[in-house]
């Protein structure tokens, strides 16, 4: 080990730059944040440092008080005349957490010192200084297309692989059910509303049977080994390559942007696993989403591109405004809600929203949204998930069925919180915890035997969302839309008269449905796959809101001279729409599992274009938080955060200690 020497005027000092030995490095103070220096070091071997000096290092090398750091933005030097460049880097250990105030004022001295340079320096120093202030819209820029291209891909390969579980395009194998039939002639629809065409052929088909019993019996068989092999592979692909792509991410991602550090759960493996295991995920019929998974990726996708710009790369504190415009990102490609993915990011995920930060959420979502629309995952030029072909009515009345699809959603939520938690809590306790490959094939295995025979569990949970949400046509010849229809051309709106037998069956349908995704959405968030929640909460409260509609329907038809119905409702006017009902409730259930507000009511509204529904919304969601924390006052996101005992301190709640900070301080000896 070799100390340099050094002249400096009238006196010398030995110093070292030596970081490997901890040893060595313990008897060290950082002197000016660029060298480490005895403690206690001579000055030509005779003369001591004096008594400030060695305690200004002290405190600088302790951060005990910021004051005492040095300003960088004035070109001072240290003792060796050598001019001091403002440090943009540090390192933070694995399941740490970062110091806020100093990445801040390190970042507040790199930026004057660039200001400095600017105003003095040459024509190269303003051009660092202008690429320093545009940096962040650079990044932010990359996150968007990075976000929207990833999405693009997920959503096409997701739709394509749920699909191949029925039946395949025979002429274009690349091609879903509905694209597969769009050019076809002689396209038809059956009872369930799914389209039926020369071009698409089943798999019992293809394998020439003829009779429905040996074909319904080869088609099932197909539909369980196709499912289980999607489930199968995608958590192997978990627990091989990336076991932080499990999940929902959306817990984690919360702790690491209050200032948390978990390396490697924003990493690329972690990006291309994730991507990878949402569609294969998705396409086996499990009770989940990729709606939250994709907050994952694109804040992997911002920590990725954070590095392309040191001074987000090697600050953390900066680099956490860059996720939580990244997070904004991943709802907006979700569900092509750009707005709402920016009050996401503000109301749920966020620990530190500045100002500039939301500016830059919105032009990330925006850029993400574009380039999802361009892509065209949805189909027929929608850019959004839930497009509703209707203008959506309600009537004053219809607010007491709103109110009460919140308390149902707050009912539903807490439920599904607490019996989650336990099913999690027992999955860490006992053996199955330690096979996860094992549990995400029985799972898988139960829910594609199960789904597969009801009808509206078989199909994929975004087309019966699509189905349920929708109001019921002069063409729609769909059981749930099995009505004696009073219309007198194929322009005007079609009033229901009577129920038929038809409906009668999908209600039946329905309430099996809304029984077994409850049951499997508890069993199946928090399996090592990639899984959200969105998507089956919207599912269940999509029923659940449904069959309320219906059963309004049914009062208003058969009492319309009550005081409710009266005013609006004639043999004419179309007095209650279920499809309605089916969005306020989706709206109502997710709210209650997540407790968010403002943020869901701007999602909802983007999802289905329905903006006369903004007041229903505001009603079933509010009202959705105010019963669900009338027992629990956190959502799912905050319940997990506590089972996996992560560091996260919420600045929505208010926290009693009684304790003082002398309780847990050392004395240090120098």
């Known amino acids: 080990m070799s100390f340099q020497h050094q002249e400096i005027n009238e006196f010398s000092v030995n110093f070292s730059n030596n970081q490997e030995n901890e040893a060595f490095r313990d008897n060290y103070v950082e002197f000016f944040g660029i060298t480490r220096v005895r403690k206690g070091t001579s000055i030509n071997e005779d003369i001591e440092l004096s008594e400030s000096i060695i305690n ?93 291209i990833v999405a693009g891909i997920v959503d096409i390969g997701s739709g394509w692989a749920s699909n191949l579980k029925l039946g395949f395009c025979k002429p274009r194998f690349w091609l879903n059910r509905e694209q597969c039939c769009w050019d076809s002639v002689l396209m038809t629809f059956d009872k369930f509303r799914n389209p039926e065409c020369e071009e698409w052929v089943f798999w019992s088909n293809e394998f020439g049977i003829n009779d429905k019993t040996q074909g319904y019996f080869i088609s099932i068989i197909i539909y369980i080994f196709t499912s289980v092999c999607f489930g199968t592979i995608a958590a192997a692909f978990v627990k091989v390559f990336a076991p932080y792509a499990s999940g929902s991410g959306v817990p984690e991602i919360k702790t690491i942007l209050s200032g948390f550090v978990i390396k490697g759960y924003l990493g690329k493996w972690t990006l291309l696993i994730k991507s990878i295991g949402v569609i294969l995920s998705s396409s086996a019929g499990l009770a989940l989403g990729k709606e939250g998974p994709f907050v ?104 007491i069925p709103f109110v009460i699809l919140g308390f149902l959603g707050g009912a ?126 919207l599912t269940i409260g999509a029923i659940a809101g449904r069959l309320l509609g219906i059963a309004m329907e049914i009062i208003s038809f058969n009492f319309p001279d009550f005081f409710i119905f009266a005013a609006g409702c004639n043999e004419n006017v179309t007095c209650v729409i279920p499809g309605v009902y089916a969005i306020v409730g989706a709206c109502a259930f997710l709210g209650g599992a997540t407790r968010m507000t403002v943020s869901l009511v701007v999602i909802m509204v983007e999802l289905t274009s329905g903006l006369s529904l903004i007041v229903p919304l505001m009603v079933s969601a509010f009202s959705a938080k105010i019963f669900g924390d009338l027992f629990c006052s956190f959502g799912i996101y905050d319940a997990h955060i506590e089972l996996n005992n992560y560091p996260f301190l919420d600045t929505k709640e208010d926290y009693k200690i009684s304790a003082y900070a002398s309780d847990v301080m050392k004395p240090q000896f120098f």
């Open 296 to 399: 994952h990726v694109a804040s992997c996708c911002g920590n990725i591109f954070s590095w392309m710009f040191p001074k987000y790369g090697r600050n953390e504190a900066k680099k956490r405004e860059i996720l939580s415009a990244a997070a904004s990102a991943g709802v907006a490609v979700a569900f092509g809600a750009p707005i709402g993915g920016v009050l996401f990011s503000l109301e749920e995920v966020s620990y530190y929203f500045p100002l500039k930060t939301l500016w830059r959420s919105f032009f990330c979502a925006m850029v993400a949204a574009f380039v999802v629309r361009t892509i065209n995952p949805f189909e027929k030029g929608h850019d959004v998930l839930f497009f509703i072909e209707y203008k959506p009515e309600w009537s004053f009345f219809e607010l």
């Open 56 to 148: 200004d290092a002290v405190a600088m090398d302790a951060g005990f008080d910021s004051s005492d750091l040095p300003d960088y933005s004035l070109g001072q030097k240290n003792i060796f005349g050598q001019v001091l460049r403002p440090k943009n880097s540090e390192k933070y250990a694995n399941f740490h957490t970062i110091d806020w105030l100093k990445d801040l004022l390190k970042d507040k001295f790199r930026h004057r010192w660039l200001n400095n340079q600017k105003e003095k320096g040459n024509w190269l120093d303003k051009v660092e200084a202008w690429y320093d202030a545009f940096s962040g819209w650079f990044l932010v820029l990359l996150i968007g297309l990075g976000s929207g």
């Open 412 to 537: 539903f939520g807490y439920f599904f919180i607490k019996l989650n938690i336990k099913w999690c809590k027992f999955r860490k306790n006992k053996n199955i915890g330690k096979y996860p490959i094992t549990e995400v094939i029985l799972v898988t295995f139960l829910t594609a035997s199960l789904g597969y025979l009801n009808e509206y569990t078989r199909m994929p949970m975004p087309e019966l969302i699509r189905h349920l949400i929708g109001k019921c046509s002069i063409a729609d010849d769909s059981i749930l839309c099995d009505y004696l229809k009073n219309t007198t051309s194929a322009n005007e709106d079609v009033v229901p008269l009577r129920q038929n037998e038809g409906v009668y069956e999908a209600i039946w349908k329905l309430f099996l449905a809304l029984g077994f995704y409850m049951i499997m959405l508890v069993l199946t968030f928090g399996l090592k796959i990639p899984c959200g929640l969105f998507v089956p909460c």
